[in-house]
Nanobody, 115 residues
Framework: QVQLVESGGGLVQPGGSLRLSCAAS????????MAWYRRAPGGQREQVAI???????HYADSVRGRFTLYRGSTDNSLEMQMNNMKPEDTGVYYCNLKDRKGDYWGQGTQVTVSS
């Protein structure tokens, strides 16, 4: 069983910053992908950013240049630094891990961007 625990959400003003963290534990197979998704109020879950096992990162157009991923080199952890945040970044953010055995999700953490 794989567990993902997110932290770091909260309320921030437009233009502000937050840093999300995700810690994965359990029986994780080698070379997993890890990613952040979000679900805006009334919307569908969308991929925000993904870190491959090879060390590369890919971002949604809406966050490129503002969000940055940091993946742990020795553990299955993933952080996302979010800068210059906008009201449209509001939503529940979920950590995701995919390995050859399965697709795993955290419980989500709320991010609200509002003045």
């Amino acid at each position: 069983q794989v567990q993902l625990v997110e932290s770091g959400g909260g309320l921030v003003q437009p233009g502000g910053s937050l840093r999300l963290s995700c810690a994965a534990s359990g029986a994780i197979a080698d070379y997993p992908y890890m990613a952040w998704y979000r679900r805006a109020p009334g919307g569908q879950r969308e991929q925000v950013a993904i870190a491959t096992s090879g060390g590369s990162a890919h971002y949604a157009d809406s966050v490129r240049g503002r969000f940055t991923l940091y993946r742990g080199s020795t553990d299955n952890s993933l952080e996302m630094q979010m800068n210059n945040m906008k009201p449209e970044d509001t939503g529940v953010y979920y950590c995701n891990l995919k390995d050859r055995k399965g697709d795993y999700w955290g419980q989500g953490t709320q991010v609200t961007v509002s003045s």
